[in-house]
């Protein structure tokens, strides 16, 4: 069974970077879209970026700029490069491959930004 892993998370300070990364343990077929999630504590799960079979982007406002979504077809990988970071983007991140048959999720990656 296909797997998804994430890895990247870590904990920075406020202003700087991380590159987060989903790699896919085999091939997935037809793939829909790639998307990236967040929990912070005591919150629901929220939309963070995504990216559509066609390339199509699509980002949450409080990331929109600082936040950029790409992929690695050859791979099933996607990325999720973080820069200008804040406090309010501490959380557990989650990536997530929609395919035609089925969603999978990865186990998630804590990104802690200190202030």
């Known amino acids: 069974q296909v797997q998804l892993v994430e890895s990247g998370g870590g904990l920075v300070q406020a202003g700087g970077s991380l590159r987060l990364s989903c790699a896919a343990s085999?091939?997935?077929?037809?793939?829909?879209?790639m998307e990236w999630y967040r929990q912070a504590p005591g919150k629901q799960r929220e939309f963070v970026a995504g990216?559509?079979?066609?390339?199509?982007?699509n980002y949450a406002d409080s990331v929109k700029g600082r936040f950029t979504i790409s992929r690695d077809n050859a791979k099933n990988a996607v990325y999720l490069q973080m820069n200008s970071l804040k406090p309010e983007d501490t959380g557990g991140y989650y990536c997530?491959?929609?395919?035609?048959?089925?969603?999978?999720w990865g186990q998630g990656t804590q990104v802690t930004v200190s202030s």
């Open positions: 997530k491959i929609s395919s035609r048959i089925r969603d999978y």
């Open positions: 085999g091939f997935i077929v037809s793939i829909n879209a």
């Open positions: 990216l559509s079979s066609g390339g199509r982007t």
